[in-house]
């Protein structure tokens, strides 16, 4: 018992959306959704979880591809941080930018800030804001699982790119150095893109956090 982690890669962004379940309550955030939500609904329907929440790390296109769709399949909230609702006002520039087709604006039920707790079940989750990617990006810590879901903050081996409006290096550098390294080494991390790993190994390996790195 306790936390499960399915992730799915959608080919068209190469992203990963993760099912985040509560095996005792059967309880469930989906983060992320980043294409056609079939897979996530089978994982649920499998699981028999009920989904909480939609839980956006950030608002770029190819972290909520599916959040309309995701919406109206399970009937719940989409949460994001306020910062970054903007974003959501934009999705034809953001579908132009990059040449796919339109994604539909979801709603957003609940405007997410620093500090929040968001329970699922017996586990609880707090949003850590890591602005740097872009001005409201989060990380959500489970701080008993000592899991932490990272967005395109932190990969393994690398971090986010800076170059997108709103993007900021030594804001993103801060995040990472001031409020994701200090969760400990334990803690195992699940980007946006790429495969997860722990902070232990990318505070020693990582090459874009050696004091001398720029981005």
Not at 12 to 25: M, P
Not at 177 to 195: A, K
């Amino acid at each position: 018992m306790g936390l499960v982690i399915e992730r799915f890669v959608y080919p068209l962004f190469q992203e990963n959306t993760y099912l985040v379940g509560d095996e005792e309550a059967r309880k469930a955030f989906i983060i992320d959704p980043g294409g056609p939500i079939q897979r996530v609904a089978e994982a649920v329907e499998r699981h028999r979880w009920i989904p909480e929440a939609i839980i956006l790390t950030h608002g770029h296109i190819d972290h909520l591809y599916g959040a309309a769709e995701a919406h109206r399949r399970f009937g719940v909230p989409v949460w994001i941080h306020a910062a970054d609702e903007v974003w959501l006002h934009h999705l034809v520039t953001q579908s132009q930018m990059l040449g796919v087709p339109l994604a539909e604006e979801p709603p957003v039920g609940r405007s997410l800030a620093d500090g929040d707790l968001l329970g699922l079940g017996a586990s609880q989750a707090r949003v850590i804001h890591t602005p740097g990617h872009s001005a409201g990006g989060i990380c959500l810590h489970f701080a008993g699982a000592r899991t932490l879901f990272t967005g395109d903050t932190l990969f393994a081996g690398s971090v986010g790119r800076t170059d997108l409006p709103e993007g900021d290096p030594a804001a993103l550098l801060a995040s990472i150095q001031e409020r994701i390294l200090p969760l400990g080494d334990e803690v195992v991390f699940y980007p946006g893109h790429g495969p997860d790993g722990t902070l232990g190994h990318e505070r020693c390996s990582n090459p874009y956090l050696s004091s001398s790195a720029r981005i």
